[in-house]
């Protein structure tokens, strides 16, 4: 089952991608590695996971400015989300995807949704960002149940439901 969504655009552009669903602002600086499209903080919840092609969906930004430049230099080397969807407007997260866009010609979408838009996306859910800022979102079973991600993040040799540092490590064959 399809659910429409019609938002804001930021950052206008058109992507598409599983949703990455954080339900906790995320700061940038410190919690996205750009080199690997990683979340290496241990204090937020999808610490071990990797947002590179995701959709990536939070609240809002968290802290320091620095986060642009964070942004910026993940979508120069190809390890950042998709697109950006947040609840509410944060003008730090949308500057870094500016500058990456007039810098180095690569368009990372940043919409902002309405709460009950928002709150349709489910963690694994097919997401379609369009220019105008709607979005499209496509649930595996059709009701929007919360679904663990299953990739692995490249930088900890971990499976993304697994933090880089607890006990559990990845089986090597």
């Known amino acids: 089952m399809d659910k429409r969504l019609k938002g804001r655009p930021l950052v206008a552009g058109a992507a598409s991608g599983r949703a990455l669903v954080a339900a906790t602002p995320l700061s940038l600086w410190g919690g996205l590695d750009p080199a ?3 979340i290496p903080d241990r204090r937020h919840e999808l610490c071990g ?3 590179t092609g995701r959709i990536f969906v939070m609240p809002t930004g968290k802290g320091s400015s620095t986060a642009s430049a964070i942004l910026a230099e993940s979508i120069r080397n190809g390890t950042a ?3 950006i969807v947040l609840a509410r407007t944060d003008p730090i997260v949308a500057l870094g995807a500016i500058v990456a866009d007039e810098m180095f010609g690569k368009t ?3 919409v902002v949704l309405p709460k009950d838009d928002y709150n ?3 963690d694994g859910d097919q997401v379609t960002v369009e220019p105008d800022g709607s979005a499209t979102v496509a649930t595996e079973t059709g009701t929007g149940t919360a679904k663990k991600g299953t990739g692995t ?3 900890f040799g971990l499976r993304s439901s697994q933090s880089p540092f607890s ?3 990845k089986e090597t064959s």
Do not use: K, L, Y
């Open 120 to 122: 349709a996306i489910a």
């Open 153 to 155: 993040c490249s930088a």
């Open 167 to 169: 006990d559990e490590r």
């Open 49 to 51: 996971q990797c947002m």
């Open 81 to 83: 989300p998709a697109a």
């Open 36 to 38: 690997t499209g990683n």
């Open 108 to 110: 990372v979408p940043v």
